[in-house]
């Protein structure tokens, strides 16, 4: 045991799986010596390893301490049993609950982050069907699709949500420069040209990241020119007709001056 505090962990127990409790056998002799003291920590006082262990102990404690009485001893021990029994199931208790709830708080970001994707995709879709000039975009949009959106991942500074943009390992700086327009341009309706906004979640700062994040599988069967070269180059035989990348179509990722940042 040895425990210096409530939130010490538990040491000198013995587990009902074990082999030395499974084959204790109290007509063989005690459960264990001082050196090597242990308890069963799931059994009451009144199992057989127990017994023996209250027996050890209160036979070292009189040793050293004769004005003491044994009986005595062993009931005080023994409520003492009680008392780590009941800390040795809460504290597993603890440890099931922070799982469960580090398990929900992953669930909720994958959640948050697929949301927060497939967000993206459709208010850049809303953008390219409402702005004229944006229109012919809507295709292309609609081929890379929410797998080739950016992700992100959020920050707190100052009590204000930061999100930080992850592009994707494999997409083309020509595609990120391409999809910032439509999202200056959602900001711009949402919000107004001085950023305050009347409709919608309140604005988020967001701020873009030389990270490309976690790599992801690549969209098939996009343009040539819609891939990082330096990327592409890297890939197999094998990887690269699995792509299947359009090599006689090269897009235009621009736009109209008058619709340029």
Not at 45 to 55: E, R
Not at 73 to 94: C, D, E, I
Not at 138 to 144: F, S
Not at 191 to 199: E, F, I, L
Request: glycine residues 6%; contains cysteine.
């Amino acid at each position: 045991m040895k425990r210096v505090g409530d939130d010490a962990p538990f040491t000198g127990v013995i587990l009902p799986e074990e082999t030395l409790l499974v084959n204790f056998d109290p007509r063989r002799g005690p459960c264990c010596t001082v050196e090597n003291f242990s308890i069963e920590i799931l059994g009451t006082p009144k199992s057989a390893w127990n017994i023996s262990a209250t027996k050890v102990f209160a036979r070292d404690f009189v040793a050293h301490h004769p004005n003491s009485q044994y009986d005595a001893v062993k009931k005080v021990f023994s409520t003492h049993l009680r008392s780590l029994r009941r800390a040795y199931k809460q504290a597993g208790l603890n440890e099931v609950a922070l799982k469960a709830r580090q398990k929900e708080d992953r669930r909720k970001e994958r959640k948050r982050s697929v949301c927060s994707i497939l967000g993206m995709i459709f208010k850049r879709l809303d953008v390219a069907r409402a702005v004229s000039d944006l229109r012919s975009h809507v295709l292309m949009l609609t081929r890379i699709g929410p797998d080739g959106m950016s992700s992100d991942e959020t920050a707190n500074e100052n009590d204000v949500p930061q999100y930080c943009i992850l592009g994707r390992h494999w997409r083309s700086l020509e595609i990120t420069a391409w999809l910032r327009i439509f999202d200056a341009i959602y900001r711009h309706n949402q919000y107004g040209p001085v950023g305050t906004g009347s409709r919608g979640n309140n604005a988020r700062m967001q701020f873009e990241s030389m990270s490309m994040g976690h790599p992801q599988r690549a969209v098939r069967r996009l343009p040539r020119n819609a891939y990082r070269a330096d990327w592409y180059d890297g890939l197999d035989q094998y990887d690269r007709e699995e792509l299947d990348r359009c090599e006689d179509e090269v897009y235009a990722f621009t736009h109209v001056p008058n619709i340029q940042l």
